[in-house]
């Protein structure tokens, strides 16, 4: 029974490129939401999706940040020319309904140089 | 609006002490709030949750967690430290808004067992 799978682990990244961040939720969940962790601080909500619908993106950055869950195929959180403030820790969780629990995965640590 | 406050961004004890990593709530109603483990270059884990029923939550690894409404806290202790438990620790409050659910975290608490 699979938890809430990223990838990659570890993303490396120069100034100007994009950042390709994956989620797999757990298996028959339908919600997913990411979060960032900056270093040395907590975790901070970015956005909410329901399967090809973006339910609340209050906490995304206004420029160069989006998110997808498409129909088939994990959820998506792409960065577009990054910039060193863009390192960071990025979370992703999943529950099966909206008031459920999160299930968190294993987190994606984007390093930009 | 919801909010938590950990009180203490650091904590050692030594092991086989007693833990205490305190936690504090702001809520203009019940709370689900819980309390998550962070191992280093880790994901989070869950450690325990309350959910408004009973006040004495007991969640893994021998670790459990008081909701006390008067004082709108919800610390977390364990009686005694193992070297295992060195990690990050967030409180976290579940706020819904506009018809979802948002985890609201603390800063954290780093937590140190000296042998």
């Known amino acids: 029974n699979a938890g809430v799978m990223q990838n990659p682990r570890h993303l490396v990244r120069r100034r100007g490129q994009e950042a390709r961040l994956r989620c797999s939720p757990v298996?028959?969940?339908?919600?997913v939401y990411w979060y960032r962790q900056l270093p040395e601080e907590g975790l901070k909500f970015m956005v909410y999706?329901?399967?090809?619908?973006?339910?609340?993106e209050s906490g995304m950055p206004k420029e160069r940040f989006s998110a997808e869950f498409p129909k088939e195929g994990p959820s998506i959180l792409r960065i577009q020319q990054v910039v060193r403030g863009d390192s960071a820790a990025y979370f992703c969780?999943?529950?099966?309904?909206?008031?459920?629990?999160?299930?968190f995965g294993p987190g994606t640590r984007l390093t930009v140089t | 609006a919801q909010s938590v406050t950990q009180l203490d961004s650091h904590v050692s004890v030594s092991e086989g002490t007693p833990v205490l990593l305190r936690c504090n709530y702001s809520?203009?109603?019940?709370?689900?709030l819980f309390w998550y483990v962070q191992h280093p270059n880790k994901g989070l884990q869950l450690l325990l949750k309350?959910?408004?029923?009973?006040?004495l939550v007991k969640g893994i690894n021998g670790f459990e967690a008081e909701f006390k409404k008067s004082e709108t806290s919800f610390h977390l202790t364990k009686p005694s430290a193992h070297m295992s438990d060195a990690a990050e620790y967030f409180c976290?409050?579940?706020?819904?808004?506009?018809?979802?659910?948002?985890?609201?975290f603390g800063t954290g608490t780093r937590l140190k067992v000296l042998a």
């Open positions: 999706l329901q399967k090809e619908n973006i339910i609340d």
């Open positions: 309350y959910t408004s029923a009973a006040t």
């Open positions: 298996k028959g969940h339908s919600h």
């Open positions: 976290v409050v579940r706020r819904a808004t506009s018809g979802t659910y948002k985890y609201i």
């Open positions: 969780a999943s529950s099966q309904d909206r008031g459920n629990e999160q299930y």
């Open positions: 809520s203009s109603y019940s709370p689900s």
